[in-house]
């Protein structure tokens, strides 16, 4: 998957004809999975590239200014589209000129002229021109005057509510990571890198690795969890929070990997949180947090050993 960051003649030539989903694409939900699908079908029957056009900051950090927590990384997200098949990846910045162009001339001078759309695939709801003015309606008025087709894909619900990203960081920073897992259609991940920690875990006899990561929702608790390094999964204990027990002030992300050994100082590292155990507190000694831990990882490897999804968490 190409990836571009502004509008240019070599884009052009991947772009021409092509089929190109608009939208956010904040962790790439199961209702962008449904548009991904159709943008994908529609370039296969064309025989045609499959493009994306995303936006980077987030619009409501630079329109609304409001405090966006996106459920993934830059790179997460870009990881994600290219396996998903696609062929390449428009990020425009909001500058002020983009900002302020009006739904017509975005369709016009953007969507036709630079890109050469032939089809152009949208959820239900979207919006776009200055103010959020123009809706499916108008696009579909503006592809009918400058020559490109619009399909239109209905909201997914699950669970009899509608599927968005809002809800899943809602649910991410209250440490439901199923319920955000039901509507990614996936395990959330966190990714980055192991560094040194503390030794805490080691001396208390669950050595854990430490992450340095750039995701920006930590969902706070204890967690089951796969980690993931060099293509090799292990069975985890994560913990997530500010250990209060040891007295910190800054939240960390730290992992003890069941019935594994060994030196993992900088490597690249995934964490998929499952399900959580427990809420994390703090506990009158570090006797009775070490007590907590090994019931902690005891029933981790009891649901890790009976399989995933049979062990009843309380």
């Known amino acids: 998957m190409k990836v571009f960051r502004r509008l240019s003649p070599r884009l052009q030539k991947i772009s021409l004809n092509s089929v190109l989903a ?5 962790g790439c939900h199961l209702g962008h999975q449904k548009i991904l699908k ?3 079908a ?5 025989g045609v590239a499959a493009g994306l056009m995303t936006f980077s900051p987030h619009p409501d950090r630079v329109l609304n200014r409001k405090r966006i927590s996106l459920i993934q990384t830059p790179q997460q997200k870009l990881k994600y589209l290219e396996k998903a098949g696609l062929d390449y990846c428009l990020i425009l910045s909001l500058e002020r000129d983009l900002a302020f162009l009006p739904g017509e001339e975005f369709a016009r001078e953007i969507l ?6 032939q089809e152009v695939v949208v959820g239900q709801n979207f919006r776009f021109g200055h103010n959020r003015r123009c809706g499916v309606r108008e696009l579909k008025a503006f592809g009918r005057r400058y020559g490109f087709r619009v399909s239109l894909i209905k909201p997914l619900g699950r669970d009899g509510q509608p599927i968005s990203s809002s809800l899943i960081r809602q649910f991410l920073h209250k440490g439901r990571v199923e319920l955000a897992g039901r509507l990614l259609g996936r395990p959330y991940e966190i990714s980055g890198r192991i560094i ?3 030794g805490f875990g080691r001396r208390l006899g669950f050595p854990t ?4 990561t750039a995701n920006e929702i930590l969902p706070p608790g204890v967690f089951l969890a796969l980690v993931i390094i060099n293509k090799e999964t292990y069975p985890a ?3 997530i929070g500010f250990r209060p027990t040891l007295g910190d002030r800054q939240t960390s992300v730290e992992a003890h990997l069941l019935d594994f050994s060994g030196q993992l100082y900088g490597q690249s590292v995934s964490l998929q949180l499952l399900r959580k155990l427990r809420s994390e507190r703090k506990f009158p000694t570090l006797e009775a947090l070490q007590e907590q831990i090994g019931r902690d990882v005891a029933r981790a490897n009891k649901y890790f050993q009976t399989g995933l999804g049979f062990l009843r968490l309380s």
């Open 22 to 26: 608009i939208g956010i694409f904040d």
């Open 38 to 40: 159709k943008l994908l």
């Open 42 to 46: 529609r370039s296969r029957q064309l």
């Open 112 to 117: 036709k002229k630079a890109l050469g759309i």
């Open 196 to 198: 040194r920690g503390r």
């Open 209 to 212: 690795i430490n992450l340095e």
């Open 237 to 239: 204990v994560v913990n």
